[in-house]
């Protein structure tokens, strides 16, 4: 078993920036792909960011593009969503998974953190 732990989230006006971060513990984080998403009230859980075993390899999802980083400390276990130039539109739920495989799709995600909240006020 992988225990993920996210934090980081709070309320931010549009234009400032947060950092998430994600914590695992358990099974070994770095044979894992881990991938952010989020959930905003009403709407489907949406792919925003993932990155591979090494780091080397990230992918985003375009409405995120040029504002997120993602990238991983594997040393410390921790993968991190640097979110810059907020919208309102972004705020939702966010969470961090673990995956087998290169993947932007939710259900090949295996273990799941229990989400941070992010608010970003116009």
């Known amino acids: 078993q992988m225990r993920l732990v996210e934090s980081g989230g709070g309320l931010v006006q549009a234009g400032d920036s947060l950092v998430l971060s994600c914590a695992a513990s358990g099974r070994t984080s770095t044979s894992y792909v881990m991938g952010w998403f989020r959930q905003a009230p009403g709407k489907e859980r949406e792919f925003v960011s993932r990155i591979s075993r090494s780091g080397s390899n990230t992918h985003y999802a375009d409405f995120v593009m040029g504002r997120f980083i993602v990238s991983r400390d594997n040393a410390g276990k921790t993968v991190s969503l640097q979110m810059n130039r907020l919208k309102p539109e972004d705020t939702a739920m966010y969470y961090c998974?673990?995956?087998?495989?290169?993947?932007?799709?939710?259900?090949?995600?295996?273990?799941w953190g229990q989400g941070t909240q992010v608010t970003v006020s116009s």
């Open positions: 998974a673990a995956a087998n495989t290169l993947t932007m799709h939710a259900d090949e995600y295996t273990y």
